[in-house]
């Protein structure tokens, strides 16, 4: 039966409550808003399926793999690519897949704002994975949905944070040919106990909210900000030094634990495909148009390389070397460290209100104030690149390569 020590052996993934016969794993809240099992002793039968499906308990430290190539991709759609976090590349994985009569599972963010993993099986609802969720997902039964879809021998593409691909990997125990991964190179998880008190902050401000990008392009891909938008069509659009969920995700205040510690930070992985951002394209080639976004892509696989040949028409492309794509990536290397006020944001957290608590430890200071408008102002003037290295921050990373 799985024991949970530390919150930092948990990366919240549920493979366990899909696995267990019995039924009788929960995930329930903690104090700050995560889930983790709960084993309902009564009915355990002492089966260990939890333990031997856990994706932390069964890591395997990946070897280097000799067929991984790597490439960077723009989708030549310009609607898709706009909508998107970065190039585009997801979509255009799952438009193979559904071409393929196949079924796509990604992360959605749902009418009532919850973050969770849903099944999709047309391409017009493909927009809902597009733009990444900072947001911890709930996975919910996607993991047994799509091993039925697996065993009823339909096309698969599952897509996730590398824990919870390393965790389909677990619940599942083989390999299927009609499966396709797509991991993310992911920084870290917020906390949806927190984003529900703060996203019901914002409605109570702005009124019903009907879409909430938490990487948009208006102001161009070198300066993604936040964007809300209300039923009246107004929009609140912030960048990173201002807006209040961006600055406690990226300072590691409301991030899982277990991220602080992540096993699955490595350039060698379980998946077909790794995505992540590629803000200097054209430190890779000139001609790569840098304001719309890119896409860096790790093709672990030989499956993966043939399903490249395939959708490499729709995208503009250049195949670049691995060693230099993963260079400097310190997301795919490094965990983040938690906020050094992280214990104590947590203790007032189910006292105060979310304004009191974004007052407290993150007011709109003056300097605060002289880094939004000029950066704005200089966003304007198209001088973003200089930007993004004055604000880049690089104390924020725990020295821990795999
Ligand atoms: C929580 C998180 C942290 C990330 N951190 C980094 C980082 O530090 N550095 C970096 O370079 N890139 C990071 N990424 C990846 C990056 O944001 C883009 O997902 C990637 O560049 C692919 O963009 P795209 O335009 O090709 O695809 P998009 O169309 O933007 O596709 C988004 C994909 O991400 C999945 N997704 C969305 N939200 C979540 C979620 N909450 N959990 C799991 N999967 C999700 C969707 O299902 C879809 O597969 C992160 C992504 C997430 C979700």
């Known amino acids: 039966m799985i024991e949970l020590n530390e919150a930092k052996d948990c990366c919240g993934c549920g493979v366990c409550v899909n696995s267990c016969p019995k039924k009788c794993i929960k995930l329930e809240e903690d104090k700050e808003g995560f889930l983790y099992p709960h084993i309902y002793l009564d009915e355990c039968v002492n089966c260990n399926l939890c333990e031997k499906s856990c994706p932390i308990l069964n890591h395997i430290n990946r070897k280097e793999n000799a067929i991984q190539s790597a490439v960077i991709v723009q989708n030549k759609n310009h609607e898709v690519i706009q909508r998107s976090t970065s190039g585009g590349a997801f979509t ?12 796509v599972f990604g992360v959605a963010m749902q009418d009532d704002y919850f973050v969770r993993h849903i099944a999709v099986q047309n391409k017009d609802e493909l927009w809902k994975f597009q733009n990444s969720k900072y947001v911890q997902s709930f996975v919910g039964n996607a993991y047994s949905q799509a091993k039925d879809f697996l065993d009823s021998g339909r096309l698969v593409c599952f897509s996730g944070t590398p824990c919870q691909i390393e965790g389909l990997r677990c619940y599942l125990g083989e390999e299927y040919k009609n499966l396709i991964l797509v991991d993310v190179v ?75 510690e992540c096993k699955f930070r490595s350039r060698y992985r379980y998946s077909d495909f790794t995505i ?4 200097n394209v054209s430190s890779f080639d000139k001609k790569f148009d840098e304001k719309i976004g890119t896409t860096r892509m790790l093709i672990h696989t030989e499956k993966g390389k043939e399903i ?12 670049i070397d691995a060693e230099l794509a993963v260079k400097d990536v310190r997301e795919m290397f490094y965990s983040p460290c938690m906020h050094t006020k992280r214990d104590m944001f947590f203790e007032e957290f189910s006292k105060c209100d979310m304004q009191e608590l974004i ?38 990373y725990i020295n821990m390569r795999k």
């Not at 438009?95 to 393929?100: F, M």
């Not at 009907?210 to 938008?229: A, P």
């Not at 992540?276 to 803000?279: G, K, T, Y």
């Not at 490249?308 to 195949?319: A, P, R």
Request: charged residues 30%; proline residues 4%.
């Open 359 to 396: 007052q407290k430890y993150y007011p709109e200071s003056l300097m605060i104030k002289i880094k939004k408008y000029l950066r704005l102002y200089l966003n304007k003037l198209g001088m973003d690149i200089i930007i993004r290295h004055l604000f880049k921050k690089d104390k924020d």
């Open 308 to 319: 490249f040949k395939y959708i490499s028409q729709n995208f503009i492309y250049k195949v």
């Open 186 to 260: 992911c920084r870290a998880v917020p906390s949806p106990g927190v984003w529900k008190k703060y996203i019901m902050m914002e409605i109570k401000k702005y009124g019903k909210i009907i879409s909430v990008r938490f990487r948009d392009k208006t102001l161009g891909y070198q300066y993604s900000t936040m964007e809300i938008k209300n039923e009246q069509g107004r929009v609140y659009r912030e960048g990173i030094e201002s807006q209040p969920w961006l600055r406690m995700f990226f300072s590691g205040m409301i991030i899982r634990p277990s991220c602080a």
């Open 276 to 279: 992540w951002d590629c803000f």
């Open 92 to 103: 255009v994985i799952a438009e193979y897949v559904i071409n393929r009569e196949g079924v």
